[in-house]
């Protein structure tokens, strides 16, 4: 079992950046490849990044390509979303997630993934 805590979310301006950070218990990080979710309200829960348990290879919904990073330190076990150009449809609940795998699954969706974390909140407005 992998327990998640996101931290990170506020409250940004558009054009803004925020880093959010999640870190995992467990000693096998590096087996566990990671992904970011986001849910606006009265929306469903939507793919944003993830990650291969290497890092080697990433994959990101095209509405943030280019403008988001995920990466991850297995040293720290944390995994981290940084967040450029935010726009106020970013706005939501982040949250972390892991499999129990180190293959990113073929369709990015959250039925490939088990573990869930709490989620942090993101709001973009001016």
């Known amino acids: 079992q992998v327990q998640l805590v996101e931290s990170g979310g506020g409250l940004v301006q558009p054009g803004g950046s925020l880093r959010l950070s999640c870190a995992a218990s467990?000693?096998?990080?590096?087996?566990?490849?990671m992904a970011w979710f986001r849910q606006a309200p009265g929306k469903e829960r939507e793919f944003v990044a993830d990650?291969?348990?290497?890092?080697?290879?990433?994959y990101y919904a095209d509405s943030v390509k280019g403008r988001f990073t995920i990466s991850r330190d297995n040293a720290q076990n944390t995994v981290y979303l940084q967040m450029n150009g935010l726009k106020p449809e970013d706005t939501g609940v982040y949250y972390c997630a892991g499999r129990s795998s180190s293959a990113v699954p073929v369709r990015h969706d959250r039925v490939g993934y088990e573990y869930w974390g709490q989620g942090t909140q993101v709001t973009v407005s001016s």
């Open positions: 467990g000693r096998t990080f590096s087996r566990n490849a």
């Open positions: 990650i291969s348990g290497s890092g080697a290879t990433k």
